[in-house]
């Protein structure tokens, strides 16, 4: 039986039909992929001017991802501006100070905003002072304007369950403080100059960003956690409100109503296996040196 020319035509049209399809899905299949590779890292860039509204929970610590995505910001001419939802209780000394040279960068570029949630305390208040503008809720806790170090001395337990501590070390402030053994009075004074240093760095960058009566510092730099309506008649804060408020701020200062705004979210890194020996590391660390984990804003 054969077959006609026109069926052969038609059927060779038909395949010809669906490798174009196939080719076609393929190829919007891969732009997918790829756009939404970009968007997770947070380096998908608007064509047009846009407002970028990032997110930042949760203690403050050294984070590679956010620096290189508040530089990406700072230095994107199609952003202008940025607002921070803060929501800290502090964190770490170098997390606290990189986070705020990292958000100055932006703000020396473009309008930075913060915006307070439930709390935005001692690091994390260190890092929303490089903002233009800073709002907080009526009830949002912040100040906590100081510096903390914390450990403990079990040298007394030791001797009364028959263990004594064995300790060599290359002179006498080497690895103070240590759990294994009280603190002296030298060892004491080392300490408070440590602390004092790093508060004497908190006050500067306070200081520098904001405009603080003098009469104030007393109830500003003992450490209190204050209320955002007692950081605003200090002066640590500018407005009561929340990211409308924010939104309206930017309107005054020359941003447009209709600009658009675009989240930016900052991928955590998962912990994997692989790095079990630096987790044994820094847990060896803890129990040896438990000053580096315990001094923080």
């Known amino acids: 039986m054969g077959v006609s020319i026109g069926s052969f035509i038609e059927c060779k049209n038909l395949r010809r039909s669906v490798r174009f399809w196939r080719f076609f899905c393929f190829f919007v299949f891969i732009v997918f992929l790829v756009s939404y590779s970009l968007l997770l890292k947070g380096s998908f860039k608007l064509s047009r001017d846009n407002v970028v509204l990032m997110n930042i929970n949760g ?4 984070d590679t991802s956010r620096n290189e995505a508040l530089l990406e910001i700072a230095n994107d001419d199609k952003v202008k501006a940025l607002i921070v939802n803060l929501n800290s209780p502090g964190g770490t000394v170098v ?41 907080a809720h009526n009830g949002t806790l912040t100040g906590s304007i100081g510096v903390l170090l914390q450990s403990f001395d079990v040298s007394d337990l030791l001797k009364k369950v028959g263990v004594k501590p064995v300790i060599i070390k290359s002179s006498k402030l080497k690895a103070v403080p240590s759990p294994l053994e009280p603190l002296d009075s030298e060892s004491e004074l080392f300490l408070s100059e440590l602390v004092g240093d790093s508060f004497d760095l908190f006050k500067e960058i306070v200081i520098s960003n904001r405009s603080l009566k003098k009469e104030n510092y007393g109830a500003i730099f003992d450490g209190r956690v204050l209320t955002g309506r007692q950081a605003l008649k200090l002066g640590l804060i500018d407005e009561i409100g929340d990211v409308e408020y924010a939104k309206e701020w930017l309107y005054s200062k020359g941003i447009d109503k209709n600009i658009s705004y675009r989240k930016v979210s900052v991928k955590k890194k998962i912990f994997n296996f692989g790095s079990l020996g630096s987790v044994s590391n820094l847990l060896l660390n803890y129990l040896a040196k438990p000053l580096y984990n315990s001094f923080t804003f």
């Open 59 to 62: 203690m403050i610590f050294e």
């Open 95 to 135: 997390g606290g100070e990189t986070l705020y040279n990292y958000l100055k960068k932006v703000s020396e570029n473009k309008y930075l905003v913060v915006v307070m949630k439930e709390q935005a305390a001692s690091g994390a208040y260190m890092a929303a002072v490089a903002a233009n503008h800073i709002i």
